[in-house]
Every structure is written in C-alpha cells, then in structure tokens.
C-alpha cells in the first residue's frame, strides 16, 4: 500500500486498508482496478444503529462516504484510488469588487477633502 504526492492510494493484490472518514464527508473515487469495501456508516435519524454493507467499485465508480464512516477497502486484484475532499461552503461579507469601490470612494474623498484645503 503506497500514498502517492497526488493523493493517490495503491493497493496491490490481496491488500487491504481500514480507513476512518473524518473530519466531513469524502468521496472515494476508483482510478484503476477493483475494491472490495466493507463500509459501516454512522447511526442517523433513519437507522439506529450502523450496519456493516459490502460494495464492490469498478474504474471509474465512486463512492459518498459520510462523516463518522469506517470502511475496510481490498484490492481485486490491484487497485488505486482517491479520497475527495468536497470544499466546505462559507458565507462571504460584501464581494471584493463592493469593498473596492468602498476603499476607493473613501480615497476619492479624502483627496477632496485635501484639496479643497489646499494641501
């Protein structure tokens, strides 16, 4: 099992790798290959407890992985993947073209203010 630069997983034949998601959710993508995972999603509003379910991925297929997952994932015989992180929505304040134009009214007037006073 290797952890390439690019965030890259291998999984050479027979291995296998338990991964714990956290902190938020992640998404697996399969790159090349095939995996076996045993996946057991934390307890919600709809199951009160977690059960273990087996999902098998092909090249190309991905994976939700919700916060608090534990997935147990084994190559078939070789296999590579990623785990996704998805970018986390944040409020903004005004967008940057509105605190330009604050910033350079407020330069505007107090270039007036001087002048007017003759500096």
């Known amino acids: 099992m290797t952890n390439s630069q690019q965030g890259l997983w291998h999984l050479g034949a027979g291995e296998a790798l338990g991964l714990d998601i956290g902190p938020g959710e ?20 709809h199951w009160s407890s977690a059960l273990p379910e087996d999902v098998w991925l092909e090249a190309g297929q991905s994976l ?14 070789k296999a590579t993947f990623q785990l996704l992180v998805p970018p986390c929505p944040r ?23 001087s002048r007017r006073l003759g500096f």
């Open 91 to 113: 409020r903004v304040g005004a967008p940057r073209w509105a605190r330009f134009k604050a910033q350079l009214a407020a330069q505007i007037a107090e270039l007036d203010s």
């Open 26 to 45: 992640r998404t697996l993508v399969l790159s090349t290959g095939r995996l076996w995972l045993t996946l057991t999603q934390p307890a919600s509003a």
């Open 64 to 77: 939700h992985l919700a916060h608090g997952a534990q997935v147990v994932v084994e190559a078939w015989p």
